[in-house]
């Protein structure tokens, strides 16, 4: 599987943008999904994921309630709805696939289990 990220762009605080991350491959139903971003001088964060089907999802505490990621296998598509952007929401935005399966969810908050990235696409959010 190959990801190519898509829909960054400059909004101004309390805006809205939906990132896209289009996947290549046979497999893609396979594989967990997920969104994580890295600030100027930060280290990358999780921001959310989304399971194989769809239907249970997870979010860092700082984007929950603003932020909903959402998959289209038959497009294989991920996307991340993101509401009431703030300054801090600044970073470029990764997507990311793993086709290993864990019991405990918590591990899909790791960036190191990821095995699949995009390029990345920018979102800055202006005050």
């Known amino acids: 599987v190959q990801l190519v990220e898509s829909g960054g762009g400059l909004v101004q605080a309390g805006g809205s943008l939906r990132l896209s991350c289009a996947a290549s491959g046979r497999t893609f139903n396979s594989y967990f999904m997920g969104w994580f971003r890295q600030a100027p001088g930060e280290e990358r964060e999780f921001v959310a994921a989304v399971n194989w089907s769809g239907d249970s999802t997870y979010y860092a505490d700082s984007v929950k309630g603003r932020f909903t990621i959402s998959r289209d296998n038959a497009k294989k598509l991920v996307y991340l709805q993101m509401n009431n952007l703030k300054p801090e929401d600044t970073a470029v935005y990764f997507c990311?696939?793993?086709?290993?399966?864990?019991?405990?969810?918590?591990?899909?908050?790791?960036?190191?289990?990821?095995?699949?990235w995009g390029q990345g696409t920018q979102v800055t959010v202006s005050s």
């Open positions: 990311a696939g793993t086709p290993r399966y864990y019991y405990s969810s918590t591990y899909y908050y790791t960036e190191e289990i990821y095995d699949t």
